[in-house]
């Protein structure tokens, strides 16, 4: 008897071990950067682009980052979903779960998400000196959207197999072809499906290996797609790498920005998952 | 049998994998009227319901060989068009599943894959068949609503209206009350009897109190075969196979 409470208690104790281990990890990280990176932060850190280079200019802001980030996250997110979501409705509702084509895409899907972002890049950099294309927004956005095609197509996947199929059932007999009842599936997912595209933006909001040969790095606002952009973690890699300390304390203000962007993401996808099973 | 045969199953052998799952199966089901199919969980009472309107097609490995005749028209013929069937018949599954839409648009979906956009065309059917299943007056002021905030009773006769909204001849029923209270099972069971004046029906049950209450004839089925077909009262009271005696007493099940 006493030893079962002793290895209820001592598993119990490991438990909160790790989960404490991980939420201070995290206020370690979320307290660093604001720490080293609030005093940096000003308007004009979000307002102005960099005032004499992004390497040694100690004035003028990221805002060519921040545009470039969201340029290069978002043309990728809607590239991706434009390819993922038709992959994921075949490969769910038109195939059979049995067919050896879909389990042969999945299987494929599940070894381009385990791929290291740097290869995406590379790979996507190959592509580019093979087409003809220099380093450019329009580079940056076809390698990050190679980046998260594998993620979005996984994450939607998870979200049609969890549809009953009483759905599909109900609207079969109705006597709906495979498009009308995909296209019943897609009102019963769509909030899975902007869960997929956050998570995808996310991702390719944070990615620095994926855009570092492709889109290539500039103090400007990217005004065409054939133009060299900045994006945020590229500009934390220069300018943590800078010998001035001020520089330095600037990739923290940027981090910071970056911290409140997935923080957004984080928020608004879990307020909509919650939102999903309240209406379900 | 004197009614006429509206469905008709002829050496209807259906096999998923090495399991033969129903066995030449031959059976001609009456026209307006409740027949019920009864049998021990996994005898294959549900496939026989969903071979008739080809639901079984995306089961992985299925092979079905026979034929299935309604109207005289086969189902399982290479030509056939399988929405073309699935409109004759309205499903109603074991549990309700109302699509991820308002009340109004779950009745009015049907209709509406199957051309009709007029509007005031679409409130007619909308109005009639949700009166059919007595939800009109509980629904009424709020048709635009969630269908998901309905109770699980109204949402089985919303689900009932949406299939008769296709304006079918046949309703097939798998075990369409086993998630619902008493009152709303006594509900859907009068509503069953009150539309076989119109419909063929068809429904899988577990319960043999049921099966008598409301179907005109029993089909009974044990390990994939027909073992007896009959009027209601013949099969249950007065069973001449001897399975059927074992299964009504509750010996098997």
Redesign the interface.
Request: with cysteine; net charge positive; proline share 7%.
């Given at each position: 008897m006493r030893k079962r409470k002793i290895e209820e208690r001592l598993f119990k104790g490991l438990m909160l071990l790790s989960t404490a281990l991980v939420a201070v990890s995290l206020f370690l990280i979320i307290g660093t950067v604001i720490w080293k990176g609030l005093p940096y932060l000003d308007w004009d850190m979000v307002s102005k682009i960099p005032d004499g280079g992004y390497y040694f200019g100690r004035s003028g802001g990221m805002l060519n980052a921040i545009i470039g980030s969201l340029y290069v996250a978002g043309g990728a997110t809607v590239l991706g979903m434009l390819i993922s979501l038709p992959v994921s409705v075949y490969l769910n509702i038109y195939l059979k779960k049995s067919n050896i084509f879909a389990r042969f895409a999945k299987l494929s899907f599940d070894v381009l998400f385990g791929i290291p972002s740097i290869v995406y890049g590379a790979f996507a950099f190959s592509l580019m000196v093979y087409l003809g294309v220099r380093t450019s927004l329009l580079g940056g956005i076809i390698a990050v959207t190679l980046l998260v095609i594998p993620i979005m197509v996984r994450t939607l996947d998870e979200v049609i197999i969890h549809v009953p199929k009483d759905l599909k059932e109900a609207a079969l007999s109705l006597g709906a072809t495979r498009w009308e009842m995909a296209k019943v599936y897609f009102r019963q997912i769509r909030h899975g499906v902007l869960t997929a595209v956050l998570l995808a933006f996310g991702r390719g909001v944070g990615d620095v290996a994926a855009v570092m040969f492709t889109a290539g790095f500039s103090d400007n606002i990217p005004v065409s797609l054939h133009e060299p952009a900045a994006t945020l973690p590229l500009a934390i890699f220069f300018q943590l790498s800078s010998p001035i300390p001020e520089v330095q304390g600037r990739a923290y203000a940027s981090a910071l920005i970056l911290t409140l962007f997935i923080l957004i993401i984080v928020v608004v996808s879990t307020i909509l998952s919650h939102k999903k099973n309240k209406s379900s | 049998m004197t009614e006429t045969p509206h469905i008709r199953i002829q050496n209807l052998n259906v096999h998923v994998g090495d399991q033969h799952l129903l066995k030449n199966i031959n059976i001609h089901i009456p026209d307006k009227s409740v027949t019920s199919i009864i049998g021990p969980s996994g005898c294959g009472k549900t496939t026989l319901l969903k071979s008739l309107?080809r639901?079984l097609d995306?089961i992985?490995?299925i092979r079905v060989s026979g034929s299935v005749l309604v109207d005289g028209e086969d189902i399982y013929a290479p030509h056939t068009e399988v929405?073309?069937i699935?409109?004759k018949?309205?499903?109603l599954?074991?549990?309700p599943?109302p699509?991820?839409?308002s009340i109004y648009d779950n009745v009015a979906?049907?209709p509406k894959?199957?051309g009709i956009r007029n509007k005031k065309e679409l409130h007619v059917l909308v109005e009639r068949y949700l009166r059919a299943v007595g939800l009109w007056d509980e629904v009424k002021t709020r048709l635009h609503g969630?269908a998901?905030a309905l109770s699980i009773g109204q949402q089985q006769r919303l689900?009932l209206a949406?299939?008769l909204a296709?304006e079918p001849e046949i309703i097939?029923g798998d075990e369409s009350t086993s998630a619902l209270d008493p009152i709303s099972t006594k509900t859907i069971e009068d509503l069953i009897i009150q539309l076989k004046e119109n419909y063929t029906i068809v429904l899988v049950t577990h319960i043999l109190r049921q099966a008598r209450r409301v179907s005109d004839y029993i089909i009974f089925v044990y390990m994939g075969e027909i073992i007896e077909f009959g009027p209601t009262e013949e099969v249950l009271l007065n069973p001449k196979e001897k399975l059927t005696q074992e299964y009504v007493k509750g010996f098997i099940s």
């Open positions: - | 309107n639901l995306d992985p490995g929405t073309h699935r409109k018949m309205g499903l599954a074991q549990r599943f699509l991820p839409m979906y049907g894959i199957h969630s998901s689900c949406r299939g296709v097939l």
